[in-house]
Structure formats: structure tokens, C-alpha cells
């Protein structure tokens, strides 16, 4: 790490792959008579001996930066630089292969723009914004850390500038701010959730008085963008250690603002001197364990396996009761949860993609692989959790094996032995079944040609008993027997098909809201053998649905 005492970083500049670049900006700035500075995390990360492959650059003079960036990329070669006019910013990026020496596959990203000063009001968090000095632009940034610069310069390169002491703040690990701290946060708000993110990723902690302006102003993240909010948590989510964010937003009552849902969990209740566990930090706990575990992987790549972690009790306080014979109990609090993921995914404005129904999936599934620790588990009950879980049966485990919290080693021990012995299981009945991925052996369109019949239910219907009668462990998961049994089933399936067709043409007006349980009854429901029988069983199931909605 470089001397943070030091008046030049100019050696450790050039020990990064990225140094030849800097040094061209520098001469390229003189030649065009440019005041040019590397600025912000740049400085901080060199000082830290941390990566980075954003660099940011401010230039003095109004339009400099994107002059500037424009000349630097002629200079490099013929690159774009893409101008964003409305912002006074220029960017060029630079393909990995042709700066980094295989040292990453990210692009460097340069970005230059123009010093400014900065004035806000009070109902937004845009500024309204004046050309500046380099001084004026280190006073409007968010924290110390971030407000160093260094010269570009040939002839100064390397040379620190640093008016609020920021290698101070480095060398105590402490996150302050170059102005006072109620002021900097009543201006831009945003900069309250990056103190939280930025000691998250720096394991730092914020100074005093940082913690009594983010208490006191906490509600005025009232009026940031949920995009801008949720940018800021996905990299606290990312770090290596995220629950040191978390607590710092909900210690400061910020929180309870962004993310209620995860507020609501904390506190521990007490009936008859029982009480349970606070259920905010046992999620932080697992969400933490999710990281360690996953360590050997980039935060980014395991962030939806983090966000099973932060959701996967996020209804415990709507499912707790106390029982006196068995204490506290959530009994389903694992579907709740799940059945919570869109909405709290759309609120967030988080994808509502394959991405979002991962998290669902596993937090509905994360208490089943504790149902087959017992040692008279059936295969069946392993096919079926191979099945749902998919191709994310690992990443299932992994998280498992992270909700085991217990502060009690052998307890932790005796939890973690049992799940080596699931998946023991699962391995043999994998390779035995082939279920995961499981794609049935007879598809739709070999049963529309065997039986003669278009698309509808009796095809589900076939399709669904064939794939029940694996999982049951009645027919092997191969192509034959499973053909056989469609041979078996298909008169029934058949019959059963008509008979919701005729149940479609019977039902008219509000009893179409019954459609659905219509539908499930036909699929597994024991029918009577005569039709008329059947139909009339399906005409109790229609009034028993629409009965239930009044």
C-alpha cells in the first residue's frame, strides 16, 4: 500500500496496468492546455491498493471535460467519446484486452467532466449547477475519502491534493464528510445510503458525527427515485460482508424508510419467558453467511442468491403465534415469503424476470431440504425436490447450509452433518432419476399424435400424471415405460378431458370464476366413473367455490 503520508502517489500509479493511460490524458491535457486532475475513487483506491476500472477526471473550464475527452480519444487511437451534454460529462471506454494485461475482463471506463459548484434546494436532490474551480468541485463531493485529487500534469504527476485530510480518514477506516454532515445529507440525501455502502465495501466504520446527521436527517430519503435507492443496496448487497450496511441504515432509522418489509423483522417478543429469535439479524446473519460461503464468486454473480437470504423470512411477523405446548412458531411463513417476492420485487424496482422468479423459488423451497434429513425418507420425496429446485439444487444448498445461525457449536455441527447426508441422497437418486432439468420422456406433441387429439386439457392431464407417476417412483424416467403408461391412462385422461369441455359449455356468467377449481378437480380429484356422476360432483365443486366468495 502506498505511504497514505506521502505528498505523491506517482509510483504506485504506475505499478497499475492502467498508468500508461494516465500519463498520455496528463500530456494530451498540456498539449491542449487543459487543467486536468484524476479524481475521487481513483485516488482512493490506489491509496487503499484496492481495483478499480472507473477513472474519473476533472478538467477546469466550462466544456473542458468533454473537450479534453474528445482529444484523448483521437489520441488513443480513433475511440468514441460518448458525449452526454445534458450532464457536461464525456466517457471512452476501453476494451479489456487492450489495457489490462489478463489482470480482469472489465473495460476501463474514463470519465471526464468539467469542475462545478453546486447549489441545491430543498424538495430535490438535483442541483443547480455552476462552472468551478478543482476546489470548488473536492468541496461538493460526498465524503473525505472521495475528495482527493492528483495532478496529471508531466511535470506534477502523481502529486496529491487533498484540502479535508481524506488519507487521514483512510488510515482510521472512517467514513466523514469534507463539509458538515447534516448540511452535505439535507442537500443530497442519496449520500446518506452511500455512507452506508461505502462502509460496507470498505469495512469502515462512519465517524460520530456522520451518525448523528444520518439519524437526523434519515427522512429525507423521502424524496429520492427507488432506482437510485436500490442502485445503492445492490452494492451494500454485493460486499463481502453486507450485513455491516444494513445495520448501519436501520441503527439510523433509514430503513424503516427504504425498506420497511426488512424493518418489520426486528425485535424479540417474550410469553411465559420464551422468546424467539430476533429474526433482522438472523437475516443478516445468513445473508452474510451467503457472501462467505460464495466467496470464491463475484458478489454480482451471486446477488439473487443474496436476495433469497434477505426475503427468505421476510413474513415471519405475519405467521408468528405462540403455541404453549410448542412455543413460538411460523408455521407456511416459507410460502408467505414467496408469495411476497413480487410485490416487494416491483416496489424495488428489481427485474420481475427469470431472476425474480429464482428468488421465489428458492424461498419457497428452503425449508425442504430439512424434511429429508430423516433417515426414512422416501426417493420420492428427494425426486420431487430435485424436480422444483432444477438446475438450482447447489445454490438451494448453499443457502441452507448459511440459514444455520445457531450460536450453539454443536448444534451447528449436527445441522451441517445432516445436510452432507441430503445431499448424499440427492446424488444417488440424481443419478439413478436424471431429474434434474427434468424434461418428460413423452412430451405434448407425442401425446396429441399417439391419442389423435389438439392441444388442451386432457394433453396436461397425461402430461402431469406421467410426470407424477416418476416422481412417485411407479415408472422409471425413461421413454418406454412412460409411453406404456400414457397407454395405460389414456382413456381416463381422455374422458377427463371432454368432461371439463362439457363443464366450459355449462357454466355461463359469474360461475366462470369457478373455471380454475373446475380445472384442478379434473386433474387429481377421484371422479366417478359415470359421467353423470362426474358432473355432478364438478356442478358441488362450482358451488362450494363460489359459495366460499361470498
Do not use: C
Not at 293 to 305: C, F, H, Q
Not at 450 to 474: F, P, Q, S
Request: glycine share 6%; hydrophobic share 35%.
Amino acid at each position: 500500500m502506498p505511504s497514505l503520508t506521502a505528498d505523491s502517489i506517482a509510483q504506485a500509479l504506475d505499478q497499475r496496468s492502467y498508468a500508461p493511460i494516465l500519463r498520455r490524458i496528463g500530456k494530451v491535457a498540456q498539449s491542449v492546455s487543459i487543467e486536468a486532475y484524476a479524481v475521487g475513487g481513483l485516488v482512493r483506491d490506489v491509496l487503499l491498493d484496492r481495483p478499480t476500472t472507473d477513472l474519473d477526471f476533472v478538467t477546469v473550464g466550462p466544456d473542458t471535460g468533454i473537450e479534453l475527452a474528445r482529444a484523448v480519444a483521437e489520441d488513443l487511437g480513433g475511440y468514441t467519446a460518448h458525449v452526454y451534454p445534458n450532464f457536461g460529462t464525456a466517457a471512452i471506454r476501453i476494451p479489456a484486452e487492450q489495457w489490462a494485461d489478463d489482470e480482469t475482463d472489465e473495460p476501463l471506463v474514463l470519465e471526464f467532466v468539467a469542475a462545478r459548484k453546486e447549489s441545491y434546494r430543498s424538495d430535490s436532490r438535483k442541483p443547480i449547477v455552476e462552472d468551478g474551480t478543482l476546489e470548488d468541485d473536492q468541496y461538493r463531493r460526498d465524503f473525505t475519502i472521495n475528495a482527493m485529487a492528483v495532478h496529471l500534469t508531466p511535470d506534477r504527476f502523481g502529486e496529491i491534493i487533498d484540502p479535508f485530510d481524506g488519507r487521514t480518514d483512510l488510515q482510521r477506516e472512517t467514513i466523514d464528510t469534507p463539509l458538515d454532515p447534516e448540511e452535505t445529507f439535507e442537500d443530497d440525501p442519496l449520500r446518506m445510503i452511500r455512507a452506508a455502502r461505502f462502509a460496507t465495501q470498505l469495512e469502515f466504520r462512519v465517524s460520530d458525527r456522520v451518525f448523528e446527521a444520518l439519524n437526523t436527517k434519515a427522512h429525507r430519503v423521502d424524496i429520492l427515485s427507488q432506482e437510485r435507492i436500490t442502485t445503492e443496496l445492490q452494492k451494500i448487497i454485493a460486499a463481502d460482508t453486507p450485513s455491516i450496511g444494513f445495520k448501519i441504515l436501520e441503527a439510523t432509522g433509514i430503513l424503516k424508510h427504504i425498506f420497511p418489509e426488512l424493518q418489520n423483522l426486528k425485535g424479540v417478543d417474550e410469553v411465559n419467558g420464551q422468546r424467539h429469535k430476533d429474526n433482522f439479524y438472523h437475516t443478516l446473519k445468513v445473508l452474510d453467511n451467503v457472501a462467505e460461503r460464495t466467496a470464491d464468486r463475484d458478489g454480482e454473480d451471486t446477488i439473487w442468491l443474496r436476495w433469497v437470504a434477505i426475503l427468505h423470512d421476510i413474513a415471519k411477523p405475519e405467521t408468528k403465534r405462540f403455541d404453549p405446548q410448542n412455543g413460538w412458531t411460523f408455521h407456511g411463513h416459507e410460502e408467505r415469503s414467496a408469495r411476497k417476492v413480487p410485490n416487494i420485487f416491483r416496489k424495488l424496482r428489481l427485474p420481475t424476470d427469470e431472476r425474480m422468479r429464482y428468488v421465489e423459488k428458492l424461498v419457497r423451497l428452503h425449508h425442504r431440504p430439512i424434511a429429508l434429513v430423516d433417515d426414512d425418507v422416501t426417493d420420492s420425496a428427494v425426486r420431487r425436490l430435485l424436480f422444483e429446485a432444477g438446475d438450482d439444487v447447489d445454490d438451494l444448498m448453499t443457502f441452507v447450509r448459511s440459514d444455520v445461525t445457531s450460536g450453539n457449536p454443536r448444534r451447528r455441527r449436527r445441522y451441517l452433518q445432516a445436510f452432507d447426508e441430503v445431499e448424499e441422497k440427492m446424488q444417488e437418486v440424481e443419478e439413478k432419476d436424471r431429474l434434474r432439468n427434468f424434461e418428460p420422456p413423452v412430451d405434448g406433441y407425442e401425446i396429441m399424435e399417439t391419442l389423435g387429439i389438439d392441444e388442451g386439457v386432457a394433453v396436461g392431464i397425461a402430461k402431469e400424471w406421467i410426470r407424477e407417476a416418476i416422481l412417485d417412483g411407479e415408472i422409471p424416467n425413461d421413454h418406454d415405460p412412460a409411453f406404456q403408461y400414457l397407454m395405460d391412462i389414456k382413456d381416463e385422461a381422455l374422458r377427463r378431458g371432454e368432461l371439463f369441455e362439457a363443464m366450459l359449455k355449462r357454466m355461463s356468467g359469474p360461475e366462470r370464476r369457478a373455471t380454475g377449481a373446475v380445472k384442478e378437480a379434473v386433474f387429481n380429484d377421484e371422479l366417478p366413473e359415470d359421467d353423470k356422476a362426474a358432473i355432478s360432483y364438478l356442478d358441488t365443486i362450482i358451488e362450494q367455490e363460489l359459495g366460499g366468495e361470498e
